[in-house]
Nanobody
């Protein structure tokens, strides 16, 4: 099970840090993905990280603004979001996959499982 936290309301240009914490398993054996879903839109991939070696990947829409990281001791993955824009407003989810890295970086929700309930991020203009 994974649990997301850290969402909230922030003004455009502001920052938030989301957390994704696992219970019952360790992240070392998985690639962790961050996804988001805005109302009326499909779920889209944002970023992923391989906690075992630190490899990261970002969607073009967030590259340079979002940073994914992990703390293996806390079994937690973070998504630092800077320079937030109103179009970043969505429910953010984390999920896991054991698929190869070259598959995970496609950031397709179909390749990930063990979804959390999500955390709401709202960016006001």
């Amino acid at each position: 099970q994974v649990v997301e936290s850290g969402g909230g309301l922030v003004q455009a240009g502001g920052s938030l840090r989301l957390s994704c914490t696992a219970s019952g398993f360790t992240f070392d054996d998985y690639t962790i993905g961050w996804f988001r879903q805005a109302p009326g839109k499909e779920r889209e991939g944002v970023s992923c990280i391989s906690p075992s070696d630190g490899d990261t990947h970002y969607a073009d829409s967030v590259k340079g603004r979002f940073t994914v990281s992990n703390n293996n001791a806390k079994n937690t993955v973070y998504l630092r979001m800077d320079n937030l824009k109103p179009e970043d407003t969505a429910v953010y989810y984390c999920a896991t996959t054991t698929r190869p890295w070259w598959t995970a970086i496609r950031l397709s929700p179909a390749n990930f499982g063990s979804w959390g309930r999500g955390t709401q991020v709202t960016v006001s203009s």
